[in-house]
């Protein structure tokens, strides 16, 4: 293959897995302030199912290349980056294009992978990282001392999230999943109050409530939409704050109730990440740098990976997050 061109995972048409192949495509071009990477590991999201069945709205002028996040290698400069050199090992979010052996990068948007990380791990952490500081902390506002909900507790992103809520003090973590063995997992990381959806229903059994002296909690962290609205009203306490994530479960509520948000005085917030500008996007990476990495390094926190699929069996990959399977983050490793 000629210098000028790279392999990439390529979308034959909208649709299933099958869709998915590895092609050829021109190599980017770094600006004078991007770098480019040669990619080693790639972080696979929910998200990049939506884009390959043609469902997920693309910010504008982004690569049309599969994937946001990466780690790998600096193979060259743009003429004004500074901090860093070739050869550094390097990771972070894109807003497109990490399905490749190689991509660009603003150096606003880069991180030096620390000295004992693999670059699986570090390729794990952007997305769900970002995802969970912003709606915890940030929009949320999470308190020391404050009850959380966390729905989908296994997913990539609760995985973090849990752990952010335990960092920052939370007295009650409650969290729901599909199975057991994810419950478990979710404890261990964390999780105080564990509800498998399948067979107890967060709201009827009215655990939350019992656990919480009939007062609700402040903080919910939902994925699911449609199915868990009214229960979500039932669970939040007064002026208390829900952060909508995705919609799983569809986004047409019926016979939704909205009075608890004015006589509880609700807070009802959407976050987005692969919308949001560079410059709102680096200080998550600066709040990931200075809170989550640190805590990595000395082992404090757990990024947790399910599996890691050559990049050749990216179709089974996708699948396998299809499925519900994961618990924790898939990811795809380009070469060794
Ligand atoms: N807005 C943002 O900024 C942002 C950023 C990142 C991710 N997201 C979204 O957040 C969600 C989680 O992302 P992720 O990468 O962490 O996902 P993930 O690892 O694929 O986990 C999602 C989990 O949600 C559960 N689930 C799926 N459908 C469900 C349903 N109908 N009812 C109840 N539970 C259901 C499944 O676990 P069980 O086995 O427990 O059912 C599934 O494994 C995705 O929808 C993603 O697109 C949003």
């Not at 107890?200 to 939350?208: G, K, L, Q, S, T």
């Not at 998550?284 to 989550?292: D, G, P, R, V, Y």
């Not at 082992?299 to 396998?320: G, K, L, N, S, T």
Request: hydrophobic share 40%; aromatic share 6%.
């Amino acid at each position: 293959m000629s210098t000028t061109q790279m392999r990439a995972v390529l979308v034959s048409q909208p649709g299933d897995s099958s869709q998915l192949q590895l092609g050829e495509v021109p190599r980017p071009a770094p600006s004078p302030t991007e770098i480019l990477v040669k990619i080693k590991a790639i972080g696979v999201n929910r998200m990049d199912i939506e884009q390959r069945e043609g469902r997920y709205p693309v910010p504008a002028g982004v690569s049309s290349i599969l994937g946001v996040e990466m780690a790998g290698v600096i193979e060259a400069l743009g003429s004004k980056v500074t901090g860093f050199k070739i050869s550094d090992r390097v990771f972070g979010l894109l807003y497109g294009g990490a399905y490749a052996e190689y991509c660009v990068i603003d150096q606003m948007a880069t991180m030096l992978i620390p000295p004992a990380m693999s670059f699986e791990t570090a390729a794990a952490i952007p997305e769900n990282c970002y995802t969970a500081w912003q709606s915890i902390e940030s929009v949320a506002n999470l308190q020391r001392g404050h009850d959380i909900l966390i729905h989908a507790g296994a997913s990539g992103v609760s995985t973090v999230g849990i752990q952010i809520a335990k960092f920052i003090g939370a007295k009650r973590i409650f969290t729901t999943a599909g199975s057991d063995k994810k419950l478990e997992h979710c404890r261990k990381l964390g999780a105080t109050h564990t509800i498998n959806y399948r067979t107890e229903d967060f709201a009827e059994v009215n655990e939350i409530h019992r656990e919480t002296e009939g007062r609700g909690v402040d903080v919910i962290i939902d994925y699911i939409g449609a199915d868990y609205w009214n229960r979500n009203m039932a669970s939040l306490t007064v002026d208390g704050h829900m952060v909508m994530l995705a919609f799983l479960s569809g986004a047409q509520v019926s016979e939704a109730n909205i009075a608890p948000i004015l006589f509880k005085r609700l807070n009802i917030h959407g976050s987005t990440l692969r919308s949001r500008t560079l410059a709102y996007q680096r200080q998550l990476k600066q709040a990931t740098e200075s809170n989550i990495l640190p805590r990595v390094t000395n082992q404090q926190f757990v990024i947790c990976i399910d599996r890691v699929f050559p990049w050749e069996e990216v179709a089974q990959a996708h699948e396998y997050m299809e499925a519900n399977h994961n618990l924790g983050k898939i990811i795809l490793k380009v070469e060794d």
